[in-house]
């Protein structure tokens, strides 16, 4: 999927947009949406995607090869690879 700048809303939307911001909550009818009450399979940060950037890194073969190997059903090694450079982020930021 090619991301590209949004347009922005266009005179209309902005007013439409303004208008549903001046409604005082109770102005709003959210009969049609239940309220959730119970939150036990929520997940965080699902929808959330971090920029990625596009490098090129020379790696030592044996590392690319161990994650090529051992990377998760589904998941691309160098998704492993972020991930572990990730950890020791975390790990080391204190």
């Known amino acids: 999927m090619k ?4 347009k ?6 902005n007013a439409i947009a303004s208008a549903i911001a001046a ?3 109770e102005a709003i009818d959210t009969d049609d949406i239940p309220e959730v009450k119970e939150w036990s399979d929520a997940r965080r ?5 971090p920029v990625k950037q596009q490098i090129t ?11 090529k190997r051992h990377h998760p059903e589904g998941e691309g090694y160098q998704t492993s690879i972020n991930r572990a450079l990730r950890e020791y982020v975390e790990h080391h930021q204190s």
């Open 23 to 25: 409604l005082p909550d």
């Open 57 to 67: 890194l020379r790696l030592d073969a044996d590392l690319i090869d161990w994650f």
């Open 45 to 49: 940060g699902v929808f959330y995607r």
């Open 3 to 6: 991301k590209t700048p949004s």
């Open 8 to 13: 922005g809303l266009t005179a209309e939307q």
